[in-house]
């Protein structure tokens, strides 16, 4: 039986989602905590890597095993107890066939967070970004419309990656605001049929610069035309960076 998880974790105390040597990941985690409750050791495969410092609402994964007293939706509460407070099985339910975290995804949301202060205020630098200004909203609204559609992302891209190809297709770019704590808070959402490496976290400062035009609608469709990392902004940091939602079907609602 393939069992299909969704997650939730801080991804703060760990080097991402991925498997390595000498540093503390979510996947070796969860495949401990797996290993610990159901006797068996099992592979997971999530529906794709996180960075390190990057958070998860939503992470879907899924782990094959046969045999098991445990049904899938009771899954989460058997994991739970094993796991450290900073990672959460949410759901669990049994594959339909075909299904593959990865290989299914149709589309994937993240969150960008970030919050208008002149200093640091503890209860929000845990998951958001301080900047002293930003603009308007409808400035950045509007301008985050320039990210929307397919374009080559490759200047997005730190160097390193190994991806066939850096086309990519943005379906949404929806920038929300709020007030909390004295500091507005600005939240950026980006829905896609893929993201490359820290893409999300260069396409929030590039929109920040943009709408305050320290560089031009026409700097960035040169830098989709050539792929020179150089023309655009700085890469935020990674603790303003949340997965929100993966979904696996065709219907854009």
């Not at 991402?16 to 797996?34: D, F, P, Y």
């Not at 098991?68 to 989460?76: A, D, R, T």
Request: hydrophobic fraction near 35%; proline fraction near 3%; charge should be positive.
């Amino acid at each position: 039986m393939r069992y299909v998880l969704k997650i939730a974790y801080d991804g703060t105390e760990y080097a991402g989602w991925q498997c390595q040597k000498n540093a503390r990941s979510v996947q070796e985690t969860l495949e401990n905590a797996i290993k610990t409750a159901l006797k068996k050791s099992i592979r997971v495969t999530a529906s794709g890597r996180t960075d390190a410092g990057v958070h998860a609402a939503g992470q879907i994964c899924h782990f094959d095993a046969e045999g098991l007293s445990v049904p899938p939706e009771k899954m989460p509460d058997c994991l739970n107890c094993h796991l450290p407070t900073d990672v959460r099985v949410l759901e669990g339910w049994a594959a339909e066939d075909g299904f593959d975290a990865n290989r299914s995804a149709k589309r994937k949301t993240y969150c960008y967070s970030l919050y208008v202060s002149n200093r640091d205020m503890p209860l929000k630098e845990r998951y958001a970004v301080r900047v002293e200004n930003a603009p308007p909203l409808h400035v950045l609204q509007k301008t985050a419309k320039l990210f929307e559609g397919e374009h080559d992302f490759k200047a997005f891209c730190a160097s390193g990656s190994s991806v066939k190809t850096t086309v990519r297709t943005v379906y949404e770019v929806r920038v929300e605001e709020t007030y909390s704590l004295g500091c507005r808070d600005l939240k950026i959402f980006v829905t896609g049929n893929g993201f490359l490496y820290n893409m999300v976290r260069t396409m929030t400062g590039e929109l920040l610069d943009l709408a305050v035009n320290k560089r031009t609608k026409d700097s960035l469709f040169f830098a989709y035309e050539t792929g020179k990392r150089e023309l655009l902004g700085k890469t935020m940091p990674a603790k303003g960076l949340m997965l929100m939602q993966v979904d696996y079907s065709e219907n854009k609602e």
